[in-house]
């Protein structure tokens, strides 16, 4: 079978195309605020000597890595409103399911970069006198960061392309308008192409930072 491909279409659509867009970046962006954010103090509630702060935790993270993210985001946009029996604006219950589910995934990373804070550090925190608070904000926080960095931004880039789950949802992202398109114009293969260029152009920077990131981490623990 020959197929012809046609993108002439596409020219009338660009301004849909970029509203969708803008969303998905709205979801993205906020989602790895949330997830850079929660998922320290999730760490720590992880890495707490009292169980009952340990557990619940624990069980957050199995959670969110043990299911599809498509479910998690069914879940809060159906199960939740029949819960608490309040509607919720979608765009903020996608943020939610984004955020948590990357929550759960930036936890792991940042209880790797603690545990791999020397011991001598946070010896020096208790000689010095520091409180609690000032040794995890000024001397845990910036070193975990710095090592956890390269899996931060790998999980963002998972996050931006998982926001397109929600397009299942009706949110008018730019998988949802990239659909309407496709079904409308019949041309599916030219309008998810073009797509996947767009995912593919936002995430190629970022893969390629986290790489080099690494790389220099690499290089500095050789010396």
Known sequence: M???????FLQNSVGALLEGLKVTLQLALAANLM??????????????????????AQLFIEFFRCTPALLQIVWFFYCIPMMVDVFID????????LGLNLTAFNAEAYRAGVQAVPREHLDACTALGLKPFHRT?????P??????LPV?????????QQSA?????????????????????????????????VYF?????????ANLIERRQDAAMQR
């Open 2 to 8: 020959h197929y012809e491909f046609d993108f002439a």
């Open 152 to 160: 931060l931004l790998t999980n963002g880039i998972g996050s931006l």
């Open 35 to 56: 997830g850079l954010v929660l998922g320290f103090l999730l760490c720590l509630l992880v890495m707490s000597r009292w169980a009952i702060l340990r557990w619940p």
């Open 143 to 148: 070193q975990a960061l710095r090592s956890a």
């Open 165 to 197: 789950l929600v397009a299942i949802v009706a949110i008018s992202d730019l998988m949802y308008v990239a659909k309407g398109l496709a079904t409308d114009a019949y041309r599916p293969l030219e309008t998810y192409s073009v797509v996947a260029l």
């Open 137 to 141: 904000f000024y001397v845990v926080l």
């Open 90 to 97: 979608p765009l903020v219950m996608g943020i939610l399911a």
């Open 201 to 209: 152009a936002l995430s190629l920077p970022i893969s390629k930072l």
